[in-house]
């Protein structure tokens, strides 16, 4: 399973397992990290995820290449004097931060 276009790190994952040999094909692709976990959860496949999105009780497989480091990134605009801003943009910027 990978992310749709125009996910940054599907060219890489792709290209690490062409350069190892490894056959592969994409039986499910998505815009939804939730959409990605189910179809992993359902067994249609394996798929690269940030050990922080790895859910409780999926498997890893073994034998699979290294795979690059990703560039993680949020752009978002300034914050006006006196506003608490976006819960949820805050809440992104937060996990994106302790990822590093």
Same mark, same amino acid.
């Given at each position: 399973? #990978?992310?749709?276009?125009? /996910? ?41 995820? #940030?050990?922080? /999105? ?17 560039? #993680? ?22 996990? #994106?931060?302790?990822?590093?």
């Amino acid at each position: 399973m #990978l992310f749709s276009p125009p /996910c940054r790190w599907r060219t890489p994952v792709l290209d690490a397992l062409e350069a190892n040999g490894r056959k592969w094909r994409v039986v499910f692709d998505s815009t939804s990290l939730a959409a990605v976990q189910a179809a992993v959860r359902a067994g249609l496949g394996a798929a690269a995820l #940030l050990p922080a /999105c790895v859910e409780p009780g999926t498997a890893a497989y073994g034998g699979l290449p290294e795979l690059p480091d990703v560039e #993680l990134g949020l752009i978002r605009r300034p914050r006006r004097a006196g506003t608490e801003g976006d819960p949820l943009i805050d809440a992104v910027e937060d996990v #994106l931060r302790r990822l590093v």
